[in-house]
């Protein structure tokens, strides 16, 4: 009965560990509370359309409540109908812009899918890059990437968001050291 209940137990998580696959850097990045993080534009390599405005709206949330108090978001003028979107701005436009606005870091990603699977259940189904350039040297100092698939009952947002938490475990906010007490 034991070998039974170790081979269901091993199973399912098997099972569980097929829902989500996320690869997180060896090293983490520590980024000071104090610091200004630049978010760029998202790029949509899926078919689902605005699905990088989603992606980079939660990432923003999740950024401000992992303790960033200055994050800066590039303007983009909103557009429901399509043929009325602007073109997208280059990498260099970005960075400059992040560089003008004194941001230390820049945060840009690329959503690769973002749906609802077809099939009996529709499972939502999830996958992006997340990369962190530093401003002061211009080269990318970390990376995550992953994808997550969850059951048919869940909202796409929902998968979406923790796969977008769970890359971003590897940023860690430090916050500023305590001033010493002026002595009287």
Same mark, same amino acid.
């Given at each position: 009965m034991n070998r039974f209940r170790i081979w269901i137990a091993a199973g399912m998580s098997l099972l569980l560990a097929a829902c989500a696959t996320t690869a997180l850097p060896t090293q983490g990045l520590q980024i000071p509370a104090q610091d200004k993080l630049a978010v760029l534009p998202f790029a949509n390599a899926t078919e689902a359309p605005q699905a990088q405005d989603r992606a980079q709206a939660i990432t923003v949330a999740l950024l401000r409540q992992k303790g960033l108090s200055t994050v800066v978001v590039y303007p983009q003028a909103p557009s429901d109908n399509p043929l009325e979107a602007q073109p997208s701005p280059t990498g260099a436009q970005t960075l400059d812009w992040a =560089? *003008?606005?004194?941001?230390?870091? /820049?945060?840009?990603? !690329?959503? !690769? $899918?973002?749906?609802?699977?077809? %099939?009996?259940?529709? $499972?939502? *189904?999830?996958?992006? !890059?997340? +990369?962190?350039?530093?401003? =002061?040297?211009? =080269?990318?100092?970390?990376? *995550?990437?992953?994808? =997550?698939?969850?059951? %048919?009952? +869940?909202?796409? *947002? /929902?998968?979406? +968001?923790? +796969?977008? /938490?769970?890359?971003l475990r590897g940023l860690h906010v430090v916050a500023a050291p305590a001033k010493p007490a002026a002595k009287p």
């Open positions: =560089r *003008a606005q004194g941001a230390s870091y /820049a945060l840009s990603g !690329t959503v !690769t $899918e973002w749906r609802y699977k077809t %099939g009996v259940d529709s $499972e939502p *189904a999830v996958g992006l !890059t997340l +990369q962190v350039t530093d401003m =002061r040297s211009g =080269r990318v100092v970390w990376s *995550a990437t992953g994808g =997550r698939s969850g059951w %048919g009952y +869940q909202a796409l *947002a /929902a998968v979406g +968001q923790a +796969q977008i /938490a769970d890359l």
